[in-house]
C-alpha cells in the first residue's frame, strides 16, 4: 500500500483529497446543535429538516449514476468535493450573521439547512464516486491492494469529530466550521488534479494505464 502511495501520484492525491473532505465534513454533526442554541429550534423542525435530508440524498444518488456514466466517476468526486466546500462556509454565515428574517423565516435556519443538505449529499456522492474512481485507476490485479489500503487509511477519519467535538468545547462552532470550510477548499482542489482515466480510454482505445502496474512494483522492491 505505501509503495503504491509513493508511485502513483493520482492515487495519493485521492487519499490526501479524502483525508481533507472528512475533516471538512466533520462540523456536520454540530449543525443541529448550533440551530437549536442559535434560534431555539424545536423537535417538530428537527423532524422534516431531517426527512428532507434523506430524500435529497436518495434522489442525488440516481443522479450520481447518470454523471458517473456520462461524464465518468472523477466528476462524481469533484461535485462531492464541490459540496463540501459549500457546506461548512454557509454555516460559518449563520454563526456569525445577527438573526434576520425573510418571509418570517430565520436567516440562520435557511444556511444551517442547506449547509446540512450539501453535507449529506456530498458524504453520499463521495462514497459512490471515490469507490468507482478507484476501480477506474487500479490495474485489475492490483484491485484488492488498492481499496483495501484505502479502507485501512481510511479508518484515521474515525477519530475526525472527537477531535472537531474538542475544538468546538474550546473554541466554539465558528472555529470549526471555518477550519472544514478550508479543509473542504483543500480537497476541491486535490479533487481538480485527479485524472480521468476514461479519457485515455476513449483515446487510445485500451485500458487507460493511470495505476502502478504490479511489475513495476516488484522491481522496485528488488532495487
Not at 483525508?19 to 423542525?45: E, S
Not at 481499496?147 to 468545547?169: C, D, K, N, R, Y
Request: glycine share 8%; proline share 6%.
Amino acid at each position: 500500500g505505501p509503495r503504491i502511495v509513493r508511485a502513483d501520484a493520482n492515487y495519493r492525491r485521492l487519499l490526501t483529497s479524502d483525508l481533507a473532505f472528512a475533516v471538512a465534513a466533520a462540523g456536520t454533526p454540530f449543525l443541529v446543535p448550533l440551530l437549536i442554541r442559535r434560534i431555539g429550534m424545536t423537535d417538530a423542525v428537527v423532524g422534516p429538516l431531517m426527512v428532507t435530508t434523506s430524500v435529497a440524498t436518495v434522489v442525488m444518488t440516481v443522479f450520481y449514476g447518470w454523471l458517473g456514466k456520462r461524464s465518468g466517476n472523477r466528476a462524481v468526486v469533484v461535485l462531492a468535493t464541490r459540496l463540501v466546500a459549500f457546506s461548512p462556509a454557509m454555516a460559518v454565515g449563520a454563526a456569525v450573521l445577527p438573526q434576520i428574517t425573510v418571509r418570517g423565516v430565520d436567516v440562520c435556519f435557511i444556511l444551517v439547512a442547506l449547509s446540512l443538505v450539501f453535507a449529506r449529499v456530498a458524504g453520499y456522492a463521495m462514497a459512490v464516486g471515490r469507490n468507482n474512481y478507484l476501480l477506474d485507476i487500479a490495474p485489475p490485479d492490483q484491485r484488492p491492494t488498492y481499496t483495501s489500503f484505502w479502507q485501512a487509511f481510511a479508518f484515521v477519519t474515525t477519530f475526525v469529530p472527537i477531535v472537531a467535538g474538542a475544538v468546538v468545547a474550546a473554541l466554539g462552532y465558528t472555529t470549526v466550521f471555518a477550519l472544514c470550510s478550508a479543509f473542504g477548499i483543500a480537497s476541491l482542489m486535490l479533487s481538480l488534479r485527479l485524472v480521468e482515466p476514461r479519457q485515455e480510454w476513449d483515446r487510445t482505445g485500451h485500458e487507460p494505464s493511470v495505476g502502478v502496474p504490479v511489475d513495476e512494483l516488484r522491481r522496485n522492491d528488488t532495487a
